[in-house]
Structures are given as structure tokens and as C-alpha cells.
């Protein structure tokens, strides 16, 4: 298994509060990618990231920001949580951009109240 | 747009049985696809991939998936499924040019049950 992990894997926040999400990566690969999952939604993309301090929006990045400053480090957060933002939070990376090939981590959970 | 359609929210096979599950795109070049199966409270695993080349390709856990590309579909086929198959499955098409190169874009997933 690719050596991802996301931190913490459980967070219950409140509506208004600031909240960051972790995921940290030993592969060394350069991109990294934020997807939210819901039911009925599959994974949508929030933000990637293709390189240290390069990140771009993904289709549902409203809401959410993020920073890259080490290659193994990737981070979401969300300034002001709403009960829209609860969902599974994935991290992913991908080392060969051109074929797009992603290794997922585990997952957090967010419950926003 | 590009898009992917997985047309059956939930399917429910015997144990033992053939398993096809459905997968089509919508892309305006040459697809890279993927299959991935999530078991409950997991995240993604990635069954098997299709860039180029013999358009039935094998993953693993016995699956495999046939790329028609005058169906524009994908779809992920496993011969005899066993009870450890239960979990959800999604379908991905990779964007392989313009200014969201290197993303995926995911359908909706089907959950897959097996009767004992």
C-alpha cells in the first residue's frame, strides 16, 4: 500500500469553526489531490496540488482552501465549517501525471453540527 | 463535459455467480479509465487500469474489464464472485489534456451485495 495517511480520521466541529485536514505522504510523488465523498456523489475534487506552493481548484473547491508548503505534506481547510462540508474527506497522490493513476488514503470523517 | 455513468446504484449477486458491472463515459479523446473498489469505512483500491493497447485488460482479485470504445464503455467483469467482492465500485475516466490534465473524474459507484 502506497504510505498515506490523513489526520485525524474523525472530527466532530461546529458550524463556524476552522477546520484542517492533514494528509501526509512517504511516496514522494509530486501531485496530490482533495476529494470529498457524499452519497449518491461518488468523489469530487476539491483542490489538487502538481507541485510545492502549485495548486489549483477542482469542482467543488467553494469553501474549502489549501496549502502545499512540503512535498509530503497537503493540507484542506475549511475556514468557516458548514453541515454542507460534513462528508468523508480523501487525500490521494499520483506520481505518473500523465497516466493519472491515483493511490487513495484511508479517509476522515467530518461531522459538522 | 466529461463525465462517467455507472447506471446501477446497487446490484445483489449470488456467491458463485458472474459479476458485470456497468461503466460508460463521456470524453472527447482518447480515455484513460480506472476501476476502483472501496469496502465499507475504507478507502479506494485500484482494481485494474486501462490506458492503450489490448482492450481487455486483468486487475486484480480475479477481476477484469473491456474497454469498447465504440460503446464508450468500461465495463468490470469477474467470472465468480465471492462473498469478500461486497463493496462499492466506481469507475473513472482519467483527463488526459487541457487544463485538468491528471484528473480523474468518478461516477456515482454500485454497491455490490452477495448472497450467500
Known amino acids: 500500500d502506497a504510505g498515506i495517511t490523513q489526520s485525524p480520521r474523525h472530527k466532530v466541529t461546529e458550524t463556524g469553526t476552522p477546520v484542517t485536514l492533514r494528509c501526509h505522504q512517504t511516496?514522494?510523488?509530486?501531485?496530490m489531490y482533495w476529494y470529498r465523498q457524499d452519497p449518491g456523489h461518488g468523489l469530487r475534487l476539491i483542490h489538487y496540488?502538481?507541485?510545492?506552493?502549485?495548486?489549483d481548484k477542482g469542482e467543488v473547491s467553494d469553501g474549502y482552501s489549501v496549502s502545499r508548503s512540503k512535498t509530503e505534506d497537503f493540507l484542506l481547510t475549511l475556514e468557516s465549517a458548514t453541515s454542507s462540508q460534513t462528508s468523508v474527506y480523501f487525500c490521494?497522490?499520483?506520481?505518473?501525471?500523465?497516466?493519472?493513476?491515483?493511490?487513495f488514503g484511508p479517509g476522515t470523517r467530518l461531522t459538522v453540527l | 463535459a466529461q463525465s462517467v455513468t455507472q447506471p446501477d446504484i446497487h446490484i445483489t449477486v449470488s456467491e458463485g455467480a458472474s459479476l458485470e458491472l456497468r461503466c460508460n463515459y463521456s470524453?472527447?479523446?482518447?480515455?484513460?479509465l480506472f476501476w476502483y473498489v472501496q469496502s465499507p469505512g475504507q478507502g479506494l483500491q485500484l482494481l485494474l487500469k486501462?490506458?492503450?493497447?489490448?482492450?481487455l485488460v486483468q486487475g486484480i482479485k480475479g477481476f477484469e474489464a473491456e474497454f469498447k470504445r465504440s460503446q464508450s464503455s468500461f465495463n468490470l467483469r469477474k467470472p465468480s464472485v465471492h462473498w469478500s467482492d461486497a463493496a462499492e465500485y466506481f469507475c473513472?475516466?482519467?483527463?488526459?489534456?487541457?487544463?485538468?490534465?491528471?484528473?480523474?473524474?468518478f461516477g456515482k459507484g454500485t454497491k455490490l451485495s452477495v448472497k450467500p
Open positions: 473513472a475516466v482519467g483527463l488526459n489534456y487541457g487544463g485538468s490534465q491528471g484528473n480523474l473524474i
Open positions: 490521494a497522490i499520483s506520481e505518473l501525471f500523465d497516466y493519472n493513476e491515483q493511490f
Open positions: 470524453y472527447g479523446a482518447t480515455p484513460y
Open positions: 486501462y490506458f492503450s493497447g489490448d482492450t
Open positions: 511516496e514522494n510523488h509530486r501531485y
Open positions: 496540488s502538481y507541485g510545492v506552493k502549485d495548486t
